[in-house]
């Protein structure tokens, strides 16, 4: 089971801006595509944004395309999501995870793990 510190998260008010920090925890992240995923209440999963390991790959939900931005320091074995104009409905526990699937669509939109703890956004007014 691969293990993630996830941080940077909290509350803010409707068109602010975080960012979400993913730090692997006993293993590289070098060879591994890497998603932020996140969850609301009384909601499934939902794959964010997925990153390729040499980060010349990336893949947007509809729903945040224009405003988080996915990126990646391996030599820090991290990857990190900004989120700017952030808007009530992004309220969500959010994940990271990571897996040896080449395809950056495919593991936003099929990669499922037993979760860790994950960092809370809350977009309130």
């Known amino acids: 089971q691969l293990q993630f510190v996830e941080s940077g998260g909290g509350l803010v008010q409707p068109g602010e801006s975080l960012r979400l920090s993913c730090t692997a925890s006993g293993f590289t992240l070098d060879y591994y595509t890497v998603g932020w995923f996140r969850q609301a209440p009384g909601k499934e999963h939902e794959g964010v944004s997925c990153i390729s390991p040499s980060d010349d790959n990336t893949y947007y939900a509809d729903s945040v395309k224009g405003r988080f931005t996915i990126s990646r320091d391996n030599a820090k074995n991290t990857v990190y999501l900004q989120m700017d104009s952030l808007k009530p409905e992004d309220t969500a526990v959010y994940y990271c995870?990571?897996?040896?699937?080449?395809?950056?669509?495919?593991?936003?939109?099929?990669?499922?793990?037993?979760w860790g703890q994950g960092t809370q956004v809350t977009v309130s007014s």
């Open positions: 995870g990571a897996n040896i699937i080449g395809s950056v669509q495919l593991m936003c939109e099929m990669f499922t793990a037993d």
